[in-house]
């Protein structure tokens, strides 16, 4: 979670699917409730879950990139420079695109 959110204010979207819903994971959050806000969600409603989109995004540009990843580092290297270019601009467009 210290990666995650280095300064303790980030927000994890909980969909309540199956695998979100263990125990172990259920204790994680518990644990580390005073690191992050969860927001709760409808279940099973990726159209509604900009985060979706992103991975997609991400996934898709990651996929684009050659040479692919010799290891976990350049793996995790490259996910952040994704992440940290695509996420602001792509989730904002996002977010205005759903109705309010």
């Given at each position: 979670?210290?990666?995650?959110?280095?300064?303790?204010?980030?927000?994890?979207q909980?969909?309540?699917?199956?695998?979100?819903?263990?125990?172990?994971?259920?204790?994680?959050?518990?644990?580390?409730?005073?690191?992050?806000?969860?927001?709760?969600?409808?279940?099973?409603?990726?159209?509604?879950?900009?985060?979706?989109?992103?991975?997609?995004?991400?996934?898709?540009?990651?996929?684009?990139?050659?040479?692919?990843?010799?290891?976990?580092?350049?793996?995790?290297?490259?996910?952040?420079?994704?992440?940290?270019?695509?996420?602001?601009?792509?989730?904002?467009?996002?977010?205005?695109?759903?109705?309010r």
């Amino acid at each position: 979670m210290a990666f995650l959110f280095p300064t303790g204010n980030g927000v994890i979207q909980q969909d309540n699917a199956p695998c979100h819903k263990a125990r172990i994971v259920l204790e994680c959050f518990e644990e580390h409730t005073y690191e992050f806000h969860l927001m709760s969600w409808p279940p099973n409603w990726p159209d509604l879950n900009p985060m979706e989109h992103i991975w997609n995004a991400m996934e898709r540009q990651l996929r684009a990139q050659t040479p692919p990843c010799p290891n976990i580092s350049t793996l995790r290297d490259r996910c952040l420079d994704i992440w940290y270019n695509l996420f602001p601009v792509m989730y904002q467009k996002l977010m205005t695109s759903i109705p309010r």
